[in-house]
């Protein structure tokens, strides 16, 4: 049997953020939802969300399937490291969820 060893570095917690753009279809009310989703998959992975700012409709740099505005969202919170690829696998399968950029802020 092999034996897995887990390194401190796993087992503590890192600051991210995260900057979503969502489907300017989406109503404001789905955009707490979304964001609530999102908050929910930390939690439950043993992390705790400090801050989520809602930035409104933007222009985009470029159109994303024909739109040309998109919901901007910045959340800060802790997680931890393993968790990162499942969020942002969750984030490219969303249908509301257009981009996201999810940067670890502590090194």
């Keep these: 049997m092999k034996e897995t060893r887990i390194s401190q570095d796993d087992k503590k917690l890192h600051d991210y953020e995260l900057v979503v753009i ?4 989406v109503l404001e009310e789905a955009v707490d939802g979304v964001m609530e989703r999102i908050g929910q998959f930390i939690t439950e992975g043993g992390g705790s969300v400090s801050n989520v700012e809602k930035w409104g409709k933007k222009k985009l740099a470029y ?3 024909q739109f040309t505005e998109g919901n901007y ?3 800060r919170f802790k997680m931890k490291p393993d ?3 499942e969020l942002e696998a969750s984030l490219q399968l969303s249908e509301e969820v257009f981009r996201h950029l999810l940067v670890r802020l502590d090194s």
């Design 73 to 75: 969202v910045l959340a």
């Design 83 to 85: 968790s990162g690829k």
């Design 22 to 25: 969502i489907s300017p279809e």
């Design 63 to 65: 159109p994303i399937k």
